[in-house]
Nanobody, 128 residues
């Protein structure tokens, strides 16, 4: 099926920065209604970090990262980024890229918002 590939994770000092990349297939990127980033710390539930609409939609952020993280897209490269600044130890976890592969039209007709059914394999972020 559709494939999402994350990169850019690593180990950084508190207060440092990282930029995560999520490369999508051209077919998926041209069609998908939205994409987003999620994370999961060891022993904790997965949580949403940021999402962005790809068809004129707005961006949304978890309160815990607002003002520090920015989600960006590059249409020419079929890629979504997560710029993470002023990283804190509580940001440590596995970060996943996800997409709703449906077209905006399909999503609107269905009456559902972003439904993330396509997932990358994850990239580790460690802050200490």
């Amino acid at each position: 099926d559709v494939q999402l590939v994350e990169s850019g994770g690593g180990s950084v000092r508190t207060g440092g920065s990282l930029r995560l990349s999520c490369a999508a297939s051209g077919k998926l990127f041209r069609r998908a209604s939205c994409m987003g980033w999620f994370r999961q710390a060891p022993g904790k539930e997965r949580e949403g970090v940021a999402t962005i609409g790809l068809r004129g939609g707005s961006a949304y952020y978890a309160d815990s990262v607002k003002g520090r993280f920015t989600i960006l897209r590059d249409n020419a490269k079929n890629t979504v980024y997560l710029q993470m600044n002023n990283l804190q130890p509580e940001d440590t976890g596995t970060y996943y890229c996800a997409a709703d592969p449906r077209s905006k039209h399909e999503a609107v007709v269905s009456g559902t918002r972003c439904t993330f059914t396509s997932w990358g394999q994850g990239t580790q972020v460690t802050v200490s």
